[in-house]
């Protein structure tokens, strides 16, 4: 079993819905959760980061965190054609492990 | 924001030639750099920890002789990919983070694309 799933997709969605992206995962010891955003062919890009459970809002964006079911989401609101990326979840605890990332399109 | 460079950002070299990536973390200290690769369409796959001061640490399976790492200094770390071979063609990237090795804010490199002939 991998530390980290999440499903790589492809995701695609009509501008200006609301995006959910999920991820689970097995270590216990994870304590930071980050949300990382890639365009093609470019390094990843920190969108949020949360410490523990609970929920955090950047403007359109929200991350969640459940450390009872191992469980973390980004939520995208009102999603637009520059949202169009591959987002990746993150952990840190002893050491920090991506998922495999799942690529968004959002359609005009 | 805080910014890491590396360069080349695309290279293109021979089959038993070796190639060096430079990482630099541009406003601040980095006393650990991680090294990444990635393949299309696949997530990125930790390769190793490079630590100023000391050796690096390599994750399982990752060959520490063909990936050479050394920390010169507090702001970079550079990767060599010995002898390299058309199967180490891939994307690799470098972080750093600001805070410490455990930091959850961890300041990623552009890439750099390796395509080796």
């Known amino acids: 079993q991998k530390e980290v799933e999440q499903d790589p997709g492809p995701l695609s969605v009509p501008e200006g819905a609301i995006v959910s992206l999920n991820c689970t995962y097995s270590?216990?010891?994870?304590?930071?959760f980050m949300w990382y955003r890639q365009y093609s062919r470019k390094g990843p890009e920190l969108l949020m980061y949360?410490?523990?459970?609970g929920n955090k809002e950047d403007g359109r964006f929200t991350a969640q965190v459940d450390k009872s079911s191992k469980y973390i989401s980004l939520f995208i609101r009102d999603s637009q054609p520059s949202d169009s990326a591959t987002y990746l979840c993150?952990?840190?605890?002893?050491?920090?492990?991506f998922g495999a990332g799942t690529r968004l399109t959002v359609k005009p | 924001g805080a910014v890491v460079s590396q360069h080349p950002s695309w290279v293109i070299c021979k089959s038993g030639t070796s190639v060096k990536i430079e990482c630099r973390s541009l406003?601040?200290?980095?006393?650990?750099m991680f090294w990444y690769r990635q393949f299309p369409k696949q997530s990125l796959m930790l390769m190793a920890t490079s630590n100023e001061g000391s050796k690096a640490t390599y994750e399982q399976g990752v060959e520490k002789d063909k990936f050479l790492i050394n920390h010169a200094s507090l702001t970079l770390s550079t990767l060599t990919v010995t002898s390299a071979h058309p199967e180490d063609s891939s994307f690799y990237i470098c972080s750093a983070p600001r805070g410490g090795r455990g930091s959850y804010e961890q300041y990623f490199g552009p890439g750099t694309r390796l395509t080796v002939t």
């Open positions: 993150a952990m840190s605890g002893e050491g920090m492990r």
């Open positions: 406003d601040f200290q980095a006393t650990t």
């Open positions: 949360t410490y523990s459970s």
């Open positions: 270590n216990s010891a994870f304590q930071y």
